[in-house]
């Protein structure tokens, strides 16, 4: 078939190039790499424009035909189900959120969710061939437009179709906007929302699996933005939002995951923004998180034999759904655990159990990568954050060197976010804390104490010198 391409290796291979023997159930590459070996001997599709596809379609149709009647509303509907409707993982929209799923029996009540999905279905087929077009950029410009009449306007603002409508701006902008855009910070613009929207009266599954899938996505940004504060949002919430929704279904175990609910979230962020004052409450934080993760990892081990025995095509695609839904749970999870290990570490600098443990996850979490590379863009979009925090983690230089190297690799799916200046923005932060501590301690220490200290870094009277 013209234009079906012929290579049948795995996906690994396949995104690397690299021949591969199609050996089931795992290729050589794939089980010298010990990773998973996905989609050897699939036959693969091309992407099509759609709007491109139909138009031939039409010049084809023979003058007595009369095509069925369609509007504007109806070709926006048809064009977002058939985005949503790809079974790969790979460009599985709704790994941005299941919610995704209602906004169809949504659509044609509020002008900013209708110009925003419109821009989304014209945009997603840059996530496959990074190539913009003058659709793409007329209709992210009118959503643009749109959302910014809509937030304008307070009757319109504090809704939930509006705020979803900033959601999926937020997308498209990582896809193909620009650093001058209209929502130039889409964590600050969101919580801005949360916080001011009556979220404690959405009770819709759609509204809450929103505000859940959002309000995560902002807290963990807010990691390395101190202006992003969710205090308000977070007072409002009950046990409706967050308990019920979220990433801990996936467990199987009695025991909650609290750094993965949303109030756990809300901790974290608050506990960054002032980790002097909440250190012991850091501490108590990073032994649950260190739990979590390993409870994680044991779900993720799981997960691994369930895909290692999938022996046909349509079980490939829920199981893999499923494997790398877990996959970015262990890897949030992680980045918690070094995130809050790299400001203990500051406190307690001569702790050799947390240096090894920071070590020890961040290994684990660059071979989390390794895997989850063949199931880029969409499927293993977390990653960036993960590699993030192990980069902020890193002590020596060799370490930086190789998770920056593995950063660099999934740069080249978006372009607009740029994740090594986001790893130097929390390495800083961090070195910030470490700075404000050293003074905080030269200031109550004695006078002839702080001069001992002085005389031994320039070799005064008072060193120590050894022949």
Known sequence: MPGVPSSRGCDACRKQKKKCDQSKPACARCTRLKINCVGGGQQRYKFKNQSTKLEVVRKSQPASLVSPPSNGSTMLLSDFISTLGIIDVRYDLTYYGGFLSDIPRRLGTNDALDASVGALAASFPYVHTKQLSPDMLDKYGNALRTLRLHMSDPAKAYTPDTLCAIYLMDICQSWIGRRDDFLQSHGEVMAHFLNAAPVDKWRDSYEVEMLVTICAAVAMESFANPKINLDEFFAKLDDVHGTQYGPRRYFDEQRVPLSITLPGLANVGKYFRDPELYIVEIAAMYQESLLDYAMARKRLAIASETMNAVRTPLQTYPVTKQYTA?????????????????????????DVTLSAESAKVSSELMLLAENAMQYRPLGSSYIPFCLVSAWAAADGRTEQAEVKRMLEEWQSDFQETRWINIAKWLKDGFEDLRLRLTLSQLRVMPAESVATIHDARVGGPNSCCIQ
Do not use: C, K
């Not at 999870?333 to 307690?348: A, D, E, P, T, Y």
């Open 326 to 350: 877990i996959q970015a749970m262990v890897g949030l999870v992680g980045s918690i655990v070094l995130n809050m290990g790299s400001v203990l570490r500051i406190f307690s600098p001569d």
